[in-house]
Every structure is written in C-alpha cells, then in structure tokens.
C-alpha cells in the first residue's frame, strides 16, 4: 500500500508528499522530518519572506491610482472578482427561468409553436477569462503539437531534409506574436467568413497565434531526438525487418520520448505566455483582455486586479507544467 501511494505522488507531481507517507508509516523520523524541512519548510519560509517584502515594500510606492497594493490588497480583490462571478451566473439562473416561463406561456397559448431559445449574453466573469484562455492555448496547443512532432520525426530522420528546412525554421522561430497576429487576423477573416460558426473568429485567431509562435521548440526537440537515436536500435529494427511505421512508434518514438516532452513543456509555456499578449493586442477574449481593460479602466482597485491575474497566469502555467511532467510519467514510466 505505501510503495503504490509513493508511486502515485512521484506520478502526480506531490513528490513533497512522500515524507509524510514515509513518517507516518514508521521509517526513520530524523531523515523524513529533515525531508519534510526541505521539500515543504523552505519553500513555505520563501514564500512567507516574499509576501512580507512585498507587504512592506508595496507601501513605499506610490503612483498616480494610489499606493502600489500589497497581498491583503491583492486577496480582497480576488475574494471581489469571486462575488462578481457568483453574482452573473446568479443574473444568469434568472434569465434563462424567466425564458422558460415565457416559452411555457407561448407555447400553451399555441401548442406547437416554434420559439428560439436565447442565450444570455451577460458580462464575461473572471473565471470565464480564464477558462476562455485554457480553452485557447489547449487548443491552439494541440496544433502546434501536430505540426511540429511529424516535421520534427522526418527532419530527423533525413538530414537532407533536415538541411533544406532549417534556414526556414531559423528565421520564422524567433518571430515576435505581436508580429504573427496581424497576418493570421487577416487569414483568419478572409478564410473563416461567418462568425456563427462552431468556434468564434477571435478564439481561431488567438489559437492559430499561439501555434505559430510556440511550435519551434517541440520540432527543434523531436528533429534532434530523432536524429540521436542510438544506431543500435535501427539496426536490430532493420535485422527484425520492421514497416517505417513499425520503426517510428515501436523504436523512435520511445527512445525520443524524453526530449519530445521536453519540446512540448517548453511549447505550452511559450503557448502560454504569448497567449496573454495576442489577447492583449487583439482583444480576444481571456486574461490578457481582463488585464488590458483594467489597465484602460484605472479605477482605484485596477492595479490590484491586474496583479490578481499576473499571480493567475503564473499559477497556471505552473500546474501547466506539472500536468506536462506528470503525463510524461505515465507514457514513459518503466
């Protein structure tokens, strides 16, 4: 029972957990407590020293919306954003008990009837913002990954290939979003003409943003795996006379796994930073949004909800990374 549930926290990422199981399991006190000081005390004391330095040192500046807001400030706001989104999905119960009383009405006065069912279109909540912008970059991930793992497997697996396509791959990898955004605005809106359809033109051009900009590091990663495959294992798939399809899932592909996974973190923390920026500068909607409208808002407690969402976007794109460690466990743990 202990090894399977160190095995799960190794799995999940919880490795701070493990001297917790092992103390209480009755292993050697002095080590794990020495354990538990280094995985959780520590961090923990960091985190307290940060929160106290920005406490104090919060309070020394000063700038045209008032003193630069602190962690309690920072918490009331987040407790703030929380009401307002218990507020509109309450505003949202209502309308849509008060649409169905009136269809109910119609529909007894003339049974039969056909009456189109309304959406409410009420003020995205913070939280909506924020599940907008998962939403996004998972997608927007998942295309990147599916371009860039193929190209990266046949880049190394011929150098040739590999020759031609890198000059390419040199100049468009270090291009700014800011600078990919307006391109894919343009054959966004010139491709996908209708806005009716089953995804929003500003959710396509966000996620196409994304792709283009993080998709690099996930091809580089691959090409090089790939091309790094211990000869051996080629060899002994020849002499086993194994299909090209065969070679690549059952020989290269596992063998590449490690840096195809350090590729992927890296194009979801890339994703996910240049995300922000694309809703930002286009005003799609998700986080980025949320900040720009704060920044343009300048009330009183904007500065503190801005820093709601930097503390948001950091936390994420850490669980993003843990989620991308963990899933890397469970494809190639032995």
């Known amino acids: 029972m ?22 209480f399991s009755g292993e050697d006190a002095k080590e794990q407590l020495l354990q538990i000081w280094r995985l959780v005390g520590m961090p923990v004391a960091a985190i307290l020293g940060f929160l106290l330095f920005w406490h104090f040192a919060a309070q020394q500046v000063h700038t045209s919306l008032g003193t630069l807001p602190g962690p ?37 006065a003339n049974p039969g009837s056909a009456n ?42 011929n150098k040739n290939i590999m020759t031609a396509l890198n000059p390419i791959i040199q100049v468009l990898k270090p291009v700014s979003p800011l600078a990919w955004l307006p391109i894919v605005t343009m054959i966004v809106s010139a491709v996908y003409v209708t806005n009716d359809g089953f995804l929003s033109k500003s959710f396509i051009i966000s996620a196409v943003t994304v792709a283009m900009c993080s998709l690099w590091a996930t091809l580089i990663n691959t090409a090089v795996g790939v091309a790094s495959v211990n000869k051996d294992y080629l060899n002994v798939a020849q002499v086993l006379q194994l299909s090209p399809s065969q070679r690549i899932f059952k020989v290269i592909l596992p063998a590449t796994l490690p840096m195809i996974f350090t590729g992927l973190r890296i194009t979801l923390g890339v994703g996910w930073m240049v995300l922000i920026a694309a809703e930002m500068m286009a005003q799609n909607p998700g986080l980025g949004k949320f900040i720009w409208d704060e920044f343009q808002n300048g009330s009183s407690d904007s500065i503190a909800r801005i820093m709601v969402a930097v503390l948001t976007i950091g936390l994420i794109g850490y669980a993003l990374d843990r989620l991308m460690v963990s899933l890397q466990k469970v494809v190639s743990y032995e």
């Open 116 to 157: 189109k069912r309304m959406t409410y279109t009420g003020k995205p909540t913070y939280l909506d913002q924020i599940i907008t912008s998962l939403k996004t970059v998972f997608v927007g991930f998942l295309f990147a990954s599916f371009l860039a793992l193929p190209i990266g497997v046949i880049c190394g697996a």
């Open 2 to 23: 202990k090894s399977k549930t160190i095995h799960l926290l190794h799995l999940t990422g919880l490795n701070w957990a493990v001297p917790f199981v092992r103390l």
């Open 72 to 108: 309690l400030d920072v918490t009331r706001q987040s407790q703030v954003l929380w009401k307002e989104h218990g507020v509109e999905r309450q505003k949202a119960r209502e309308f849509y008990l008060r649409q169905d009383k009136r269809m109910a009405t119609l529909n007894a």
